[in-house]
Nanobody, 121 residues
Framework: QVQLVESGGGLVQPGGSLRLSCAPSGSIFSISTMDWHRQAPGEEREFVASITSILSTNYADSVKGRFTISRTNANNTVYLQMNSLKPEDTAAYYC???????????????WGQGTQVTVSS
């Protein structure tokens, strides 16, 4: 069973930066869209940013101008550079991808286990 593995979370002061990474734990033939979502305690999971296979990006209004999503198609890795972090960015961040394991497979949804980002002084 292929899963996505996130890394890079941690504790940072307001105004600081973090870079999250996400990559599949096994082989995936191709991935179309990759995106990041986040969920704060007691809140619903929300969209943060997405990037397509042709590198078209989209961001939630709350992170525009502060977060940058990027990817390397060679190893199906997606990144989230987070600058000017605010306490309200505190959440568990989840990576998601739509991909297929082989040329003949149907497209599936893949999720990571999440990585915690805490913004606090």
């Amino acid at each position: 069973q292929v899963q996505l593995v996130e890394s890079g979370g941690g504790l940072v002061q307001p105004g600081g930066s973090l870079r999250l990474s996400c990559a599949p734990s096994g082989s995936i033939f191709s991935i179309s869209t990759m995106d990041w979502h986040r969920q704060a305690p007691g809140e619903e999971r929300e969209f943060v940013a997405s990037i397509t296979s042709i590198l078209s990006t989209n961001y939630a209004d709350s992170v525009k101008g502060r977060f940058t999503i990027s990817r390397t198609n060679a190893n199906n890795t997606v990144y989230l550079q987070m600058n000017s972090l605010k306490p309200e960015d505190t959440a568990a961040y989840y990576c998601h991808a739509v991909g297929r394991r082989t040329y003949l497979s149907a497209y599936e949804n893949y999720w990571g286990q999440g990585t915690q980002v805490t913004v606090s002084s």
